[in-house]
C-alpha cells in the first residue's frame, strides 16, 4: 500500500475511531489497592490513605485509571470496542471523540463468547465506519491498526499484512482473570498495542475487517484482532433484540487427538470427551439443552450435523454459526456403542 493511499484511509477513518477513558472512585481504588503498595506508588506517602494528585481527581472524586479504543459503527452512537476494556462494572466508561466531545456511555452487551463489546451514546449524525467481511482476507493482504495507543496517544496508526488466519491463542485481560481462549483470530504485524484494543483494523478501502484485540506477551511485531464478521452478528442481535443471543448447547468438553487418547487409553483419537473442568463444576450443565436430550459425563461427541470434530473443529466453533433454537444432531460414542440424538439449541444466560 503506497503512502497516498494510506492517508487517505487514515484520513476517511479517523473521524469515526473514538478513545475510552476508563474511570474509577477513589474510595474503590482504594479498597482494591493493598495498603503495602501505598509507598510505591508514586505521589502517594507511606501512610493509612492513598493519596492521588487533586488534578487528577474530578469533582465526583472520579480519578482516570486507564484508557482504550473504540469506532463508531451507527450514527446514532453505537460504538465498538473490547469485552475486556469495558469488564471493570465498577467503572465509568467516557467516550471521547475525535472532535475532542465527552460522553458518558451505556454499556449494551458484553458478547459471552467474543472479546467483543458494544456500547452506546447519547449523540446523532456521527461519522460510522463501514463494516466489511473479514472471510474475504487473503495472506499478505494489507490493513492498517488504528486506536488510541496505550490510553493517552491519541490517533496511533500503523500498518502491517494479513500474516496468518484462523489463529487461536488463550489470553488474559488482566494478570488476575481467568485464561480465555480466543479462536478464529486474524494474526496481523501492523502494531497492536494495549491502549489499541477495540479499535479498527481495516482494509485499503477503510472497510473494517477485524477489532484490534491482542498482543503476544514476549513476541515481537504479532498481534491478533478479532473479525469483524462476530461483531457484525452482534450488531444484528443488539438492533433486533436489544441483547446479544448466543446459542447454549450445555457441555463441558475437551477434544480429543492421538496424544488425549494414549494419555487417557480412549477408544478414538477425534471428538469432544464430555468431562468437567474442575470437582466444582458439572460436565452437562444441568437443565441445558445437552441434559435434556440425555448427554452424560465421559461421553464422546463424535460429530455434529454430520461434521468430524477435532482440534481444528471443536463443538464452539460450529455453534458460532448456529442460532438459538436451531436444532442439531449429534452421534455420541458412549461404553463402545455409538448413539444418535438431536439437540434443540436455548439462549445463553
Known amino acids: 500500500m503506497d503512502d ?19 474511570a474509577k472512585h ?23 490513605k492513598l493519596q492521588i494528585p487533586e488534578d487528577l481527581i474530578d469533582k465526583r472524586g472520579m480519578v482516570q485509571v486507564g484508557g482504550g479504543s ?65 472471510t474475504k482476507l487473503q495472506l499478505g493482504q494489507s490493513l492498517i491498526a488504528i486506536g488510541n495507543a496505550l490510553g493517552v496517544f491519541k490517533n496511533t496508526v500503523s500498518v502491517g499484512i494479513v500474516s496468518g488466519l484462523s489463529r487461536a491463542i488463550t489470553a488474559q485481560a488482566e494478570p488476575d482473570a481467568p485464561p480465555q481462549e480466543m ?18 483494523l481495516v482494509d485499503a478501502d477503510g472497510n473494517v475487517v477485524a477489532v484490534n484485540a491482542a498482543i503476544v506477551s514476549g513476541a515481537q511485531s504479532i498481534g491478533f484482532a478479532i473479525p469483524v464478521n462476530a461483531a457484525k452478528r452482534d450488531l444484528d ?22 496424544d488425549t487418547k494414549a494419555k487417557m487409553n480412549l477408544p478414538v483419537n477425534y471428538g469432544a470427551l464430555v468431562v468437567r ?44 454459526n448456529l442460532n438459538v433454537g436451531d436444532e442439531v444432531t449429534l452421534a455420541i460414542l458412549r461404553d463402545g456403542k455409538e448413539l444418535v440424538t438431536k439437540v434443540s439449541l436455548a439462549e445463553r444466560k
Open 4 to 22: 497516498k493511499r494510506v492517508i487517505a484511509t487514515v484520513k476517511k477513518v479517523m473521524p469515526a475511531v473514538v478513545s475510552i477513558a476508563i
Open 26 to 48: 477513589l474510595e474503590d481504588l482504594e479498597k482494591e489497592l493493598p495498603k503495602e503498595l501505598y509507598p510505591f506508588i508514586p505521589s502517594s506517602p507511606s501512610g493509612e
Open 70 to 134: 473504540g469506532f463508531i459503527v451507527d450514527a446514532n452512537g453505537l460504538i465498538l470496542t473490547n469485552k475486556h476494556v469495558i469488564s471493570d462494572p465498577k467503572a465509568e466508561y467516557t467516550v471521547i471523540l475525535n472532535d475532542g466531545r465527552r460522553f458518558p456511555s451505556e454499556i449494551l452487551s458484553r458478547d459471552p463468547i467474543n472479546d467483543v463489546a458494544i456500547l452506546k451514546i447519547k449523540a446523532e449524525g456521527l461519522p460510522c465506519l463501514k463494516l466489511g467481511d473479514a
Open 183 to 200: 479462536r478464529g483470530l486474524i494474526q496481523t504485524d501492523a502494531a497492536i498495542n494495549p491502549g489499541n484494543s477495540g479499535g479498527p
Open 237 to 258: 442481535d443488539i438492533k433486533k433484540y436489544g441483547r446479544i443471543r448466543r446459542p447454549l448447547l450445555g457441555l463441558r468438553y475437551m477434544m480429543i487427538d492421538d
Open 277 to 320: 473442568e474442575s470437582e466444582h463444576d458439572s460436565a452437562v450443565v444441568p437443565e441445558s439443552p445437552a441434559e435434556k436430550a440425555g448427554l452424560k459425563e465421559k461421553d464422546i461427541v463424535l460429530t455434529l450435523n454430520g461434521a468430524k470434530l477435532d482440534r481444528d473443529h471443536p463443538i464452539q466453533d460450529f455453534l458460532e
